[in-house]
Nanobody, 129 residues
Framework: QVQLVESGGGLVQTGGSLRLSCAASGRTFSSYAMGWFRQAPGKERAFVAAISRSGDSTTYADSVKGRFTISRDNAKNTVYLQMNSLKPEDTAVYYC??????????????????????WGQGTQVTVSS
């Protein structure tokens, strides 16, 4: 069982920045691909970014490409989401998730939320206009 705890959300003005963190329990964090997803009011949960277990490969949703950066520190069992140039449409609850399947390809990761086995409780990000 993996527990994920997000932090770093808050209220920020348009154009501002936030850094989300997701701390994972357990000793096998480095074997999981990790992802960030978000859910705005009245909308379905949407993919934001994902990173391979090696940390060497990443994927982003088109809506955040060039503004957000996902990274991980396997020594600290933590994955991050640096969010710059924030827009009101980025307002949502942000969730981190862990893909428990061990892939022989260390660069593998997926934007498909159905592939993720463990989810955090979410952290609210609000961007004011």
């Amino acid at each position: 069982q993996v527990q994920l705890v997000e932090s770093g959300g808050g209220l920020v003005q348009t154009g501002g920045s936030l850094r989300l963190s997701c701390a994972a329990s357990g000793r096998t964090f480095s074997s999981y691909a990790m992802g960030w997803f978000r859910q705005a009011p009245g909308k379905e949960r949407a993919f934001v970014a994902a990173i391979s277990r090696s940390g060497d490969s990443t994927t982003y949703a088109d809506s955040v490409k060039g503004r957000f950066t996902i990274s991980r520190d396997n020594a600290k069992n933590t994955v991050y989401l640096q969010m710059n140039s924030l827009k009101p449409e980025d307002t949502a609850v942000y969730y981190c998730a862990a893909d428990n399947t061990f892939y022989s390809n260390p660069y593998y990761h997926t934007p498909n939320p159905a592939a993720y086995d463990y989810w955090g409780q979410g952290t609210q990000v609000t961007v004011s206009s």
